[in-house]
């Protein structure tokens, strides 16, 4: 599986951003894709992940949302009232074998993609 991450860039406080990313190779409906993201200094951290439902770190429910096109092999993640401290490299991360207890750790991913960078300022 290969995974590759777009559409990062600077925005405003207040703005919004869209991620893209494209899964090829054995990823199928039941396969776990979320997405992490690292800030410099900063431990990799959960954003938001998507199986059969959507799960959400709680810093950013309610302004960001994860979805996915099976038919095209895409997930997204469109981010809302984007914030300075949402700066980071944003992966996205695809695995198999998750159960609903594993989805926020980084380590129980199978693929990762190449980071995207989104940087929030004025």
């Known amino acids: 599986v290969q995974l590759q991450a777009s559409g990062g860039g600077l925005v405003q406080p207040g703005g919004s951003l869209r991620l893209f990313c494209a899964a090829s190779?054995?990823?199928?409906?039941?396969?776990?894709m979320s997405w992490f993201r690292q800030a410099p200094g900063k431990e990799r951290e959960f954003v938001a992940g998507?199986?059969?439902?959507?799960y959400y770190a709680d810093s950013v429910k309610g302004r960001f949302t994860i979805s996915r096109d099976n038919a095209k092999n895409m997930v997204y993640l469109q981010m809302n009232s984007l914030k300075p401290e949402d700066t980071a490299n944003y992966y996205c991360?695809?695995?198999?074998?998750?159960?609903?207890?594993?989805?926020?750790?980084?380590?129980?991913?199978?693929?990762w993609g190449q980071g995207t960078q989104v940087t929030v300022s004025s």
């Open positions: 998507i199986r059969w439902t959507e």
């Open positions: 190779g054995g990823t199928r409906q039941s396969t776990t």
């Open positions: 991360a695809a695995g198999n074998r998750l159960i609903t207890s594993t989805i926020r750790e980084g380590t129980a991913y199978d693929y």
